[in-house]
């Protein structure tokens, strides 16, 4: 009786599209995670990091999916305005639930050297107006959008964008003056 050799097992290799979707999500995080972190941090988020890292997986597990890679960007930046809103309202629901205030947040030394005084009083101001407004204004100035890019990635018309962002700018406005 002979005796067979066992036949070797291929090797697990990556198809095409796994090669194409590992560099083009990490072709997109090159070029845009410090932007998007700001934009997570700067709409409010409690962790940015945790956001943007989701958003990322997002978009990794429905790279396939996607009809133009060249869209990643903007739906990056709408997973991550999407992500951040439903964490408020998570933490907006847990701090009703709960009997002990939760401790205030810390800016991070990098904020606290980084920002001026009146900085500071922006983003504080910023931080306090209503989400929709934040983001609008968050979305114009900080990353620099155009109306029709805000309003895709706030999932709204570029009318109310229109409207959140004078209603947002008017609030800043106001309480900055009334700062001075």
């Given amino acids: ?21 590992e560099a083009g999500v990490a072709r997109l995080f090159d070029l845009h995670y410090p932007s998007m972190l700001r934009l997570a941090a700067l709409l409010g988020a409690d962790d940015p990091e ?10 990794y597990r429905k790279w396939r999916k996607m009809r ?11 997973t991550i305005c999407n992500l951040t809103r439903m964490r408020i309202r998570h933490l907006q629901v847990v ?10 947040s810390v800016a991070s030394p990098e904020d606290s050297v980084l920002l001026h005084d009146d900085q500071r ?3 504080g101001i910023l931080r306090e107006l209503p989400a929709r407004q ?12 155009k109306e029709a890019e805000i309003a895709a990635a706030m ?3 570029p ?7 004078a209603r947002g700018m008017a609030a800043l406005t106001q309480r900055m003056e009334a700062r001075r």
Avoid: C, F
């Avoid at 009786?1 to 979707?21: C, I, K, N, W, Y």
């Avoid at 934040?134 to 959008?145: I, N």
């Avoid at 009318?159 to 962002?165: E, I, L, M, Q, Y």
């Fill in 68 to 78: 133009d890679p060249g869209s990643a960007e903007a739906y990056l930046r709408s």
């Fill in 95 to 104: 701090r009703r639930n709960i009997e002990a205030l939760l401790p205030e």
């Fill in 155 to 157: 999932g709204i018309s």
């Fill in 50 to 59: 945790n956001v943007v890292a989701e958003a990322y997986y997002q978009i």
């Fill in 1 to 21: 009786m002979r005796r067979t050799e066992p036949r070797p097992q291929p090797a697990l290799t990556a198809t095409d599209g796994d090669v194409d979707r």
């Fill in 134 to 145: 934040r983001e609008a204004l968050v979305l114009r100035y900080w990353q620099g959008l």
């Fill in 159 to 165: 009318g109310s964008v229109k409207t959140h962002a």
């Fill in 121 to 123: 009083a922006l983003v």
